[in-house]
T-cell receptor, first 113, second 113 residues
């Protein structure tokens, strides 16, 4: 059974803090993704990675960076959190080939005050 | 880029049939996914279409017409637990040879007794 886990379900941070969100998958997936989900806007891709140390910008990368040092782990970093980054953050993973449907983690509800 | 359109909200009665439509415009189509997302939970994979036609899986079916840029998800014998958001995602090729999906904003389905 595929499992994608995220480091926190709920997180409250102050404006200007550096924030780390971690995601771990146990299915040996090549691809990993970070999305944010906001009411009325759906799932928007922040960054994705198709291999260790490889990363590509998604649709809304500004204010975020990522790190993938190991295949199973993909981290999202908010260098200086701002209130407009309050959101639900979802991590996902998939195989690179074939049908490659995505498996999602439970999400992290981040509030920046 | 991609443009994916689906209705924001639909309501239906328990036991009925409902069809959720998704239209898309994309430069390089390579498959369409449907995901289900219950409130407060992560999206889960429902179906995948890459060729024209209907794919049936129990009470759920998904249809694709590539020439029309159109898909629908059909839910039969609706149950209260089918109340959820349904996400259409269209896949095309991105960097590194990986196929990356773009999500529509989702359709919130409310099933009432």
């Amino acid at each position: 059974d595929v499992k994608v886990t995220q480091s926190s379900r709920y997180l409250v941070k102050r404006t200007g803090e550096k924030v780390f969100l971690e995601c771990v998958q146990d299915m040996d997936h090549e691809n990993m993704f970070w999305y944010r989900q906001d009411p009325g806007l759906g799932l928007r891709l922040i960054y994705f990675s198709y291999d260790v140390k490889m990363k590509e910008k998604g649709d809304i990368p500004e204010g975020y960076s990522v790190s993938r040092e190991k295949k199973e782990r993909f981290s999202l970093i908010l260098e200086s959190a701002s209130t407009n980054q309050t959101s639900m953050y979802l991590c996902a993973s998939s195989f690179r080939e074939g049908r490659n449907e995505q498996y999602f983690g439970p999400g992290t509800r981040l509030t920046v005050t | 880029g991609q443009n994916i359109d689906q209705p924001t909200e639909m309501t239906a009665t328990e036991g009925a049939i409902v069809q959720i439509n998704c239209t898309y415009q994309t430069s390089g189509f390579n498959g369409l996914f449907w995901y289900q997302q219950h409130a407060g939970e992560a999206p889960t994979f429902l179906s995948y279409n890459v060729l024209d036609g209907l794919e049936e899986k129990g009470r759920f079916s998904s249809f694709l017409s590539r020439s029309k840029g159109y898909s629908y998800l059909l839910l039969k014998e609706l149950q209260m637990k089918d109340s959820a958001s349904y996400l259409c995602a269209v896949r095309d090729q991105a960097s590194g040879g990986s196929y990356i999906p773009t999500f529509g904003r989702g359709t919130s389905l409310i099933v009432h007794p």
